[in-house]
């Protein structure tokens, strides 16, 4: 079961649309946490918010996480050993105030257990190896230290 999630404070259609598109393709169940997009997902369940007890339930469901590219998730991911799926909102496409998940992913992608995507073609390559894609390992503290040090320097910029 793969779980997308888009965060609370803006939809991403795109995120969503692919996902839904290509678990109809290759007969997926998942579930999706869309916000306010416009999307409806057609193969995927869906809820726009979830309360924390709920969204951690699917976490702990999924095989396989799908996110936009916010700390909050790729953190969950990475307590519930779960491989995670990132992709960035992007600016140019009205989905974001800037590109700040663009300048930040190429860091993410260097954390075990984080995969990123940039566009629907590289989302698509990740969905069809889903099942080598690989949760952080446990003796992972250091890179974990290194990720909350990101996340201090990122909050104090």
């Known amino acids: 079961m793969i779980f ?11 995120l969503i649309r692919a996902v839904d598109e290509w678990a109809a393709q290759h007969a997926l169940t998942g579930m999706a946490q869309i916000a306010s997009g416009e999307y409806l997902p057609q193969t995927l369940q ?45 600016h140019a496409l009205g989905e ?29 390559a990740l969905l069809a190896r889903q099942h080598t894609l690989q949760a952080a390992p446990l003796d992972n503290d250091s890179r974990r230290q290194t990720l909350v040090d990101f996340i201090d320097q990122a909050i104090r910029a």
């Open 46 to 90: 869906w809820e726009r918010f979830m309360t924390t007890a709920v969204f951690n339930q699917h976490v702990q469901n999924a095989d396989l996480i799908i996110s936009h590219a916010g700390m909050g998730n790729i953190i969950t991911a990475l307590e519930h050993r779960k491989p995670i799926i990132v992709m960035n909102r992007q």
């Open 96 to 124: 974001h105030r800037n590109d700040h998940q663009l300048d930040g992913l190429a860091w993410m992608g260097q954390l075990p257990g984080v995969y990123t995507a940039t566009t629907q073609d590289e989302l698509y």
């Open 4 to 14: 997308v999630a888009v965060g609370t404070q803006f939809p991403f259609d795109r």
